[in-house]
């Protein structure tokens, strides 16, 4: 499967702001990013449900937010005041519903389509 398109990454400032996009072109039940930085665990971001629920990182709680647009095929990861443990490398990630697959066991599944990551570098 190809990687699902990502854009937005780059280098910041303290309390800097940066967006990142991520082209999701198959119907899905959810969505979510992902950041992994050097010697850490990869670890979730924020998520989406098809409901427009979302749930987020403590880290980055009041800080990021993930939407959906156009309208819902377009993934977002606004990023304010950007600090230096953010600096990682972000992923985007989405959970395919194919036809009869209902959303609750959809939702229970793994992220089946991902990109290949973008990095975003915050220095002090």
């Known amino acids: 499967q190809m990687p699902l398109a990502q854009s937005g990454g780059g280098s910041v400032q303290v309390g800097g702001s940066l967006r990142l996009t991520c082209e999701t072109p198959w119907k899905s039940c959810s969505w979510a990013w992902f950041r992994q930085a050097p010697g850490k665990e990869r670890e979730v971001v924020a998520t989406i449900d098809d409901d427009g629920i979302t749930n987020y990182a403590d880290s980055v709680e009041g800080r990021f937010t993930i939407s959906l647009h156009n309208p819902k095929n377009t993934l977002y990861l606004d990023m304010n005041n950007l600090q230096p443990d953010d600096t990682a490398m972000y992923y985007c990630?989405?959970?395919?519903?194919?036809?009869?697959?209902?959303?609750?066991?959809?939702?229970?599944?793994?992220?089946?389509?991902w990109g290949q990551g973008t990095q975003v570098t915050v220095s002090s």
């Open positions: 990630a989405a959970k395919p519903q194919p036809p009869l697959l209902s959303t609750a066991a959809c939702r229970n599944r793994s992220y089946g389509a």
